[in-house]
């Protein structure tokens, strides 16, 4: 066994549940404030209603019931289980399909995001990249490309790493021990290979130090493989790409091509300079694209996180349906990213690896996938067990039910103090002649309570997957075509929606120039800009 007693799954499960159901949700402590207020109110409302019954000459007997009456029947039993009987009913749907809010702040307030954003890897896509293609550049055969990627990949943590390696393990290569090797965040990998300095990363890494201009790829046919110095190993290495074409092809265009189709291109060079491509996909979940459907359904917001270049991450961005793409952003770019999005209302992050704990914990609500690091589901607010995109949703959707719920709940338990204390006290006998014996009172006072918790297991039937009857938020954000990545010393233009007039201009004047890095913004209403 790997893990035992508390450390298991299920026993992290059940302490999630418990204590979130110990916690209090903010609408509980709004109860719990009315209630102390309700609690002297009605004791005041007795004694007057006794103190009036005898001024009229009724008999001591008489007022004295009527004030037992309203003591009996206002009891804020309903009003002190309203919300507890939610939260708890409410978590336990949650924990019964995999969703584990940890607090009931957490349940509470996951309804109320307007933004999500959204991790690429392992999040809208399984995180199990596959090498596509191999492009090595005129001049190097496929086996050396793949040789030295392979062994510059050996001590890389990334998931496309990954990918090389399973790829080459695959193909039998012998990797080179590297030495001196380093790992650049975001950018790339350098080391020592047989003494030849090897470098890998993305195409901006690379053309730091090389020029890809007037650099081309080898000759390829339908399945990428030269033809000019075919071995029986290069002749396995490579799938098929779709490409058919037999002439050379600039190295730059190959790239652009190939993050067009969604596929990462990852550049190799050895002593400055270079030997090819390896492209890498990563496959986009089964449950991706109606996940972030049903969350536009909702009126929200879904903004893409990659630190892919801006080539793949639009289109991965174009086949799922996300609202905003934001690539290139490096690991602690993304917090950054989450707190400028938080100008435009509530942020919701959903991850799943180390370098997405930052952003988790600044986000207003942190979502990790439960198939993610320990870090992630330490940093966040509500954990998805089962890694489906389709949960994000649901969790929203079931917090809104809970919230709901809470409402109805709290209406009932105000609706019924408010018919039954005046007939308690007995404003109606004048005029009616009702009165209210203090017994029926009593089972009138633990009907209400009856009704609540009815009312609050209710949740129990609710369907957390059906997106049928998903409601817009009433004031949609709109963050569309607006670019978050850092720039230096550029202009940009963004389409802001919704702006009517000059303060209109000035609100958004002030919460652009508010961001880092915006020397002055420029907004007409007029122009939409």
């Known amino acids: 066994a790997t893990r035992v007693g508390s450390d298991t799954t299920l026993a992290k499960i059940i302490h999630m549940?418990?204590?979130?159901?110990?916690?209090?949700?903010?609408?509980?402590?709004?109860?719990?404030?009315?209630?102390?207020?309700?609690?002297?109110?009605?004791?005041?409302?007795?004694?007057?209603?006794?103190?009036?019954?005898?001024?009229?000459?009724?008999?001591?007997?008489?007022?004295?019931?009527?004030?037992?009456?309203?003591?009996?029947?206002?009891?804020?039993?309903?009003?002190?289980?309203?919300?507890?009987?939610?939260?708890?009913?409410?978590?336990?749907?949650?924990a019964k399909h995999g969703i584990l809010f940890k607090t009931a702040v957490s349940l509470e307030e996951t309804g109320k995001m307007d933004v999500v954003c959204l991790d690429k890897t392992g999040t809208i896509t399984k995180g199990e990249p596959q090498v596509t293609d191999v492009i090595?550049?005129?001049?190097?055969?496929?086996?050396?490309?793949?040789?030295?990627?392979?062994?510059?990949?050996?001590?890389?943590?990334?998931?496309?790493?990954?990918?090389?390696?399973?790829?080459?393990?695959?193909?039998?290569?012998?990797?080179?021990?590297?030495?001196?090797?380093?790992?650049?965040?975001?950018?790339?990998l350098s080391a020592m290979c047989d003494g030849a300095k090897i470098m890998g990363?993305?195409?901006k890494f690379i053309e730091q130090t090389i020029s890809l201009e007037k650099v081309y790829s080898?000759?390829?046919?339908?399945?990428?493989?030269?033809?000019?110095?075919?071995?029986?190993?290069?002749?396995?290495?490579v799938p098929a790409s779709g490409r058919s074409t037999e002439q050379e092809e600039p190295i730059a265009e190959a790239s652009d091509r190939l993050a067009g189709q969604g596929k990462t291109p990852l550049f190799f060079a050895k002593d400055g300079k270079l030997l090819g491509i390896i492209a890498v996909a990563d496959v986009i979940k089964d449950d991706s694209l109606s996940a972030i459907k049903e969350m536009q359904g909702m009126g929200l917001r879904v903004v893409m996180l990659t630190g892919d270049n801006e080539r793949t991450a639009k289109a991965i961005g174009d086949q799922v349906g996300v609202d905003e793409v934001i690539a290139g952003v490096l690991p602690d770019g993304k917090e950054a990213v989450v707190r400028r999005l938080q100008q435009y209302g509530k942020v919701a992050m959903v991850g799943d690896g180390i370098n997405d704990a930052p952003a988790l914990t600044r986000a207003?609500?942190?979502?990790?996938?439960?198939?993610?690091?320990?870090v992630a589901i330490d940093a966040a607010d509500v954990v998805l067990m089962q890694s489906r995109l389709r949960d994000v949703?649901?969790?929203?959707?079931?917090?809104?039910?809970?919230?709901?719920?809470?409402?109805?709940?709290?209406?009932?338990?105000?609706?019924?103090?408010?018919?039954?204390?005046?007939?308690a006290a007995g404003v109606w006998i004048p005029i009616f002649g009702w009165t209210l014996n203090p017994m029926f009172g009593a089972f009138a006072m633990s009907l209400s309570s009856f009704c609540v918790v009815s009312n609050a297991l209710r949740l129990n039937l609710f369907k957390v997957k059906d997106a049928k009857k998903d409601k817009k938020l009433k004031n949609e954000v709109?963050?569309?075509?607006?670019?978050?990545?850092?720039?230096?010393?550029?202009?940009?233009?963004?389409?802001?929606?919704?702006?009517?007039?000059?303060?209109?201009?000035?609100?958004v004047k002030q919460a652009l120039e508010s961001l880092?890095?915006?020397?002055?913004?420029?907004?007409?209403?007029?122009?939409?800009t």
Not at 482 to 496: A, N, P, Y
């Open 201 to 203: 990363g993305s195409r």
């Open 17 to 94: 549940v418990s204590d979130a159901s110990a916690t209090k949700a903010p609408i509980a402590k709004v109860a719990d404030k009315i209630s102390g207020i309700f609690v002297p109110a009605v004791l005041g409302i007795a004694l007057v209603a006794f103190l009036i019954w005898l001024a009229v000459g009724q008999t001591f007997g008489f007022a004295l019931s009527r004030a037992i009456a309203v003591l009996v029947i206002s009891c804020p039993c309903a009003l002190g289980l309203a919300t507890p009987v939610a939260i708890m009913v409410g978590n336990g749907v949650g």
């Open 478 to 507: 709109s963050v569309s075509e607006l670019s978050l990545t850092q720039t230096d010393g550029e202009t940009k233009t963004l389409k802001i929606k919704g702006m009517m007039c000059g303060h209109c201009e000035a609100r």
């Open 516 to 528: 880092e890095g915006v020397e002055e913004a420029k907004v007409s209403h007029e122009a939409g």
């Open 393 to 423: 949703p649901a969790a929203i959707r079931l917090s809104r039910a809970t919230l709901r719920n809470i409402h109805e709940n709290l209406f009932w338990a105000f609706f019924y103090n408010v018919i039954g204390i005046p007939l």
């Open 136 to 188: 090595p550049v005129d001049g190097v055969t496929a086996e050396e490309l793949l040789l030295y990627a392979y062994s510059l990949e050996q001590k890389s943590e990334h998931p496309l790493a990954k990918a090389v390696l399973k790829y080459g393990q695959e193909h039998a290569v012998n990797a080179i021990e590297p030495k001196e090797f380093m790992a650049l965040p975001g950018n790339g």
């Open 364 to 374: 207003d609500m942190g979502i990790a996938i439960g198939a993610g690091t320990d």
């Open 218 to 237: 080898d000759r390829i046919d339908s399945q990428n493989k030269k033809f000019d110095r075919p071995t029986e190993q290069e002749k396995s290495i």
